[in-house]
């Protein structure tokens, strides 16, 4: 099927949906100028995730993480939200059901104005105490050395869910409920392959929802996704949620 007929289709589910709940990764961003991780010019491909998004990293070398969390912020900070997080923002905000779940830790999605995200790999623009959980804005910066947690006065950690860590209970519950109940599960750039969050589009299938993707490549979810749609996300997104009564 021509992609604009794939548009076209995704569309139509989209505005007779009751329930629609979308994942995004890091390809949501990759029009904004924040690298992805595992592409050519992934972030993966050059540092390894052992050094700096582990428990066990950050034990061996605190600077050393802080210095590559530091690093993204400012990268991030000086990106823009495009027009992929826009329109969601937007659809939601025409009083539409939308429950958007984000394995991003940019924050983009909340800076085009969505609310209520649901972030399961965390913000990088917060720092969390080690000792107390005590959370701390970092969005202020720049800032030099490793935060202290103004509660307690112990080292705090960037607010991210690294490799063999947990997710926050409450996003993960969240997530999957949203993914359970949903009648259209829309997953967009990502790989699909960092789990628990890449089980989300095969449980929303599993409870009959349609699974439409968005990404530049194929992945898992291609596999048995109802509408796989070969497009960039800034290109397709404003397509896909738009209102007007225009067809691509
Ligand atoms: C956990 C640090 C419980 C954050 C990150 C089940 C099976 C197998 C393994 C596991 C499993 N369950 C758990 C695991 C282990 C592990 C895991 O999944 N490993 C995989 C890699 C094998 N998971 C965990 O450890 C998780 N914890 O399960 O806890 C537990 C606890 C203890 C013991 C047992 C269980 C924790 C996961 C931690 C995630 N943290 N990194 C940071 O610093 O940012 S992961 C990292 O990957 C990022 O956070 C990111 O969000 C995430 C996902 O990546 P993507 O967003 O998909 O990005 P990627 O680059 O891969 O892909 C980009 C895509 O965009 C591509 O497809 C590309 O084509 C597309 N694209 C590019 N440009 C565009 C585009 N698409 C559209 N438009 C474009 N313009």
Redesign the pocket.
């Known amino acids: 099927m021509p992609v604009n007929e794939r548009i076209r289709t995704a569309r139509e589910w989209i505005v007779r949906a009751g329930s629609i709940t979308v994942l995004t990764?890091?390809?949501?961003s990759?029009?904004s100028g924040v690298p992805?991780?595992?592409?050519a010019e992934?972030l993966?491909k050059k540092h390894r995730?052992e050094d700096?998004?582990t428990p066990e990293a950050y034990a061996r070398n605190r600077a050393l993480v802080w210095e590559w969390?530091r690093w993204?912020q400012e990268l991030v900070a000086a990106t823009e939200p495009n027009a992929?997080h826009y329109a969601l923002a937007a659809h939601a905000s025409r009083g539409r059901s939308l429950t958007l779940i984000t394995?991003?830790?940019d924050g983009h999605h909340e800076r085009a104005g969505s609310r209520d995200v649901v972030e399961?790999?965390?913000n990088?623009f917060r720092a969390r105490c080690s000792s107390d959980g005590t959370l701390a804005s970092l969005a202020e910066g720049p800032f030099t050395g490793i935060p202290v947690c103004p509660a307690c006065g112990d080292a705090m950690r960037?607010d991210?869910?690294?490799?063999?860590?947990?997710?926050p209970g409450d996003a993960l519950q969240r997530a999957f409920l949203a993914a359970e109940n949903a009648e259209v599960f829309v997953v967009?750039?990502?790989?699909?392959?960092?789990?628990?969050?890449?089980?989300l589009p095969g449980v929303a299938a599993s409870r009959g929802a349609k699974v439409i993707e968005?990404?530049?490549?194929e992945?898992p979810v291609s596999e048995f996704a109802h509408c796989v749609i070969s497009?960039?996300?800034?290109e397709?997104l404003p397509l896909l949620f738009s209102h007007d009564e225009g067809s691509p």
């Not at 990764?25 to 949501?28: K, R, Y």
């Not at 992805?36 to 592409?39: A, S």
């Open positions: 990764g890091a390809g949501v990759a029009e992805t991780f595992r592409g992934g993966w995730p700096l998004a969390y993204r992929a394995q991003n830790v399961l790999h965390g990088l960037p991210i869910v690294w490799f063999g860590e947990s997710l967009v750039g990502t790989s699909a392959v960092v789990h628990p969050a890449a089980s968005v990404n530049i490549e992945t497009g960039t996300a800034a397709t």
